[in-house]
Nanobody
Framework: QVQLVESGGGLVQTGASLRLSCAASGRTFSSLVMGWFRQAPGKEREFVASISPSGGNTRSADAVKGRFTISRDNEKNTVFLQMNSVKPEDTAVYYC???????????????WGQGTQVTVSS
């Protein structure tokens, strides 16, 4: 089992920066693929970014490329999502996920956090 706890969400203005964190426990963090997904009201959950166990490979959704960066600290069992130049359309609940395959598909992830709300005001 893996427990995931997100933090760092909040209300920010358009153009601001925000860093989300996800602390993992219960299994060797350095063996896990980690991902971030988001779900806006009335919409399906969508992929944001993922990172390989070593941190050497990352993937990002087209909507966030050049603005969001995923990273991890295997010493601290934590994955981050640095969000820059945020837009109102980035408003969503952001979920951290863990799995074994570097994938953009939510079905590939076995463990999920409870989510943290990010609201971007215009």
């Amino acid at each position: 089992q893996v427990q995931l706890v997100e933090s760092g969400g909040g209300l920010v203005q358009t153009g601001a920066s925000l860093r989300l964190s996800c602390a993992a426990s219960g299994r060797t963090f350095s063996s896990l693929v980690m991902g971030w997904f988001r779900q806006a009201p009335g919409k399906e959950r969508e992929f944001v970014a993922s990172i390989s166990p070593s941190g050497g490979n990352t993937r990002s959704a087209d909507a966030v490329k050049g603005r969001f960066t995923i990273s991890r600290d295997n010493e601290k069992n934590t994955v981050f999502l640095q969000m820059n130049s945020v837009k109102p359309e980035d408003t969503a609940v952001y979920y951290c996920a863990a799995g074994s395959i570097l994938s953009m598909r939510s079905i590939s992830y076995d463990y999920w956090g409870q989510g943290t709300q990010v609201t971007v005001s215009s």
